[in-house]
T-cell receptor, first 112, second 116 residues
């Protein structure tokens, strides 16, 4: 089983739609969780961290369910500029370690 | 430019040759990571360092791969006896301790390897 699993997509949705991505992780000792964004032919960049209580950053909402080992990202009112690959990322190390594992990514395409 | 720097950006080599990539992290960052990425996949963890210590190496990595960070600053990734399956983008990222816990890695633009 992969350490971090995502639906690869692609998701193709109209501008203004709401879209949700899911991710599961296998290591129950995982400490922290993130979503990264990667544009075509560019390096990945941190989009947001995922906190146990859930967190929001503008149109983006991240949720964590530790019992189910499940992470989600919701994008509301999607924009053309949201087209990218979204990577689910898990730090499976302990508090002093830091092995950061990426999922395979979910491709999102927003159409006008 | 004070970001993560990787060299060379592109490398084309013949099967069986050795190649070496260099990564210069952000100067105050003590953690350095190497990942490999192929088309349609996410970055695959290879190894990481805290200062000069290599803390973990992926079991997926064969003995042909070796990484060093001799003075806790720049790092090199060497691939010996390259195979066509080694063709990929090799990404380097760095972070500070506390930022690694918060997940913020700063990536370089990568070194693309093509093995003919």
């Amino acid at each position: 089983r992969k350490e971090v699993e995502q639906d690869p997509g692609p998701f193709n949705v109209p501008e203004g739609a709401t879209v949700a991505f899911n991710c599961t992780y296998s290591n129950s000792a995982s400490q922290s969780f993130f979503w990264y964004r990667q544009d075509c032919r560019k390096e990945p960049k941190l989009l947001m961290s995922v906190y146990s209580s859930g967190n929001e950053d503008g149109r983006f909402t991240a949720q964590l369910n530790r019992a189910s080992q499940y992470i989600s990202l919701l994008i509301r009112d999607s924009k053309l500029s949201d087209s990218a690959t979204y990577l689910c990322v898990v730090n499976i190390g302990g508090s002093s370690a830091s092995k950061i594992i990426f999922g395979s990514g979910t491709r999102l395409s927003i159409r006008p | 430019d004070t970001g993560v720097s990787q060299n060379p950006r592109h490398k084309i080599t013949k099967r069986g040759q050795n190649v070496t990539f260099r990564c210069d992290p952000i100067s105050e960052h003590n953690r350095l990571y190497w990942y490999r990425q192929t088309l349609g996949q996410g970055p695959e963890f290879l190894t990481y360092f805290q200062n000069e210590a290599q803390l973990e190496k992926s079991r997926l990595l064969s003995d042909r791969f070796s990484a060093e960070r001799p003075k806790g600053s720049f790092s090199t990734l060497e691939i010996q006896r390259t195979e066509q399956g080694d063709s990929a983008m090799y990404l380097c990222a760095s972070s500070l301790n506390r930022e690694a816990r918060t997940g913020e890695l700063f990536f370089g633009e990568g070194s693309r390897l093509t093995v003919l």
